[in-house]
């Protein structure tokens, strides 16, 4: 029974090793495409089209008002960097950043026809906010009214969205991955069933490999760290200091580190300056995490080379495999090893944090089989 579950610690580790290998070339895809950056420009196209019925109507260049305005709305620099998207956004950040589209000297180039029309519903005004003293006559811009209600709706679906798109370039990388490479999990388990020195050696890997994979999933409290730096650039400036001298949060992504920041600094001047410090001091934060996942995957290559396991097949049907492009095709016409391509396709599709939670349930699941064996003894 030991065997067969260092049989499949040995295994998991293998196929974890390899989805990190696809998650860091999928992390690749996502920023070169800006796929962060694309995907909430949509979600604030859809959002306009919802609250505002005229911001569908057409601009010459063929975008509607709507995709328009979301266009550059990601590109202001109150919350994008230069040449780039913003990937995240906050409620009051769009609104801010909608109040200056509609200004008379905004921070971007806005077309006129969108900025009337924008202008317009930030202009019109609907009860139940809280714009004058007067409670019973309060009232908010239709604008900020109609974000409120539908903000989080979009955004929520927003993510859901990009899930979706980064699971289904998991699919594609995993596939062209094992294809090229004829990653043949079939084989694998083989040589990791019939070689007890290599079962022993990857199962050894188990806590260094569930280690390694949880410094790259979590890739550290990001916004925690940034809110520390922007601490540090005002450690002369007593209001900001006091501002931020409560307990922060642990926080990961950038978006809830803004989120905090803003709540905490109303009071602050200078809030703007600080929100723009931030932005820069998550960038540099979420870049040395990246980097670090790098390394931290080479760090588990390195370790595999020295287990001998064979990922990449030498030899299939008594031909080697990369010797020409016609040996490459042939080795598909081995069905046992088609079949195991299938498989590993499959299996890296399931995603990096499917093998790292199998991997922990063996690791767990080891000592308890391991304490009954020896009482069985």
Wanted: charged content about 20%; aromatic content about 4%; overall charge positive.
């Amino acid at each position: 029974m030991l065997q067969q579950i260092d049989a499949a610690i040995a295994f998991s580790v293998v196929m974890l090793m390899l989805s990190l290998i696809v998650t860091a070339v999928v992390q690749v895809i996502s920023a070169l495409t800006d796929l962060r950056g694309r995907n909430l420009a949509s979600g604030l196209g859809n959002l306009l089209h919802q609250i505002e019925p005229a911001f569908r109507n057409k601009l010459p260049d063929g975008s509607t008002i709507a995709q328009h305005i979301a266009g550059v709305v990601v590109r202001h620099p109150a919350i994008a960097h230069a040449g780039t998207r913003a990937k995240a956004i906050s409620q009051d950040e769009l609104v801010r950043v909608l109040r200056d589209l509609s200004s008379e000297n905004p921070a971007v180039t806005i077309n006129e026809i969108a900025k009337t029309r924008l202008k317009d519903l930030l202009d019109a005004r609907v009860p139940g906010g809280a714009g004058t003293l007067d409670g019973a006559n309060a009232t908010v811009s239709k604008l900020e009214h109609q974000v409120g209600q539908w903000f989080d709706t979009v955004m929520n679906r927003l993510s859901d969205i990009f899930t979706r798109s980064t699971r289904v370039i998991t699919v594609v990388v995993s596939l062209l991955f094992v294809v090229a490479l004829q990653i043949d999990s079939g084989e694998i388990l083989r040589q990791i069933t019939s070689t007890p020195e290599l079962r022993a050696r990857l199962a050894a890997m188990s806590d260094t490999a569930l280690s390694q994979a949880n410094k790259i999933f979590d890739n550290g409290e990001r916004a925690t760290a940034a809110l520390a730096d922007v601490k540090k650039q005002n450690e002369k400036d007593t209001q900001v200091t006091a501002a931020l001298d409560k307990e922060t949060p642990h926080l990961t992504r950038c978006v809830d580190g803004k989120e905090w920041l803003i709540e905490n600094i109303k009071a602050v001047p200078n809030a703007e300056k600080l929100e723009q410090q931030f932005d820069k001091a998550c960038q540099k934060e979420t870049q040395r995490a990246m980097g670090d996942s790098y390394d931290q995957i080479e760090k588990l290559q390195l370790d595999m080379a020295k287990t001998d396991l064979k990922i990449i097949p030498a030899e299939i049907g008594g031909k080697p495999v990369f010797a020409s492009g016609a040996n490459w095709l042939a080795a598909y016409g081995v069905r046992r090893h088609l079949l195991g391509t299938l498989v590993s396709i499959l299996f890296l599709s399931l995603g990096a944090p499917f093998w790292f939670n199998a991997l922990r349930q063996f690791s767990n699941l080891k000592p308890a089989i391991a304490g009954k064996v020896g009482g069985g003894k």
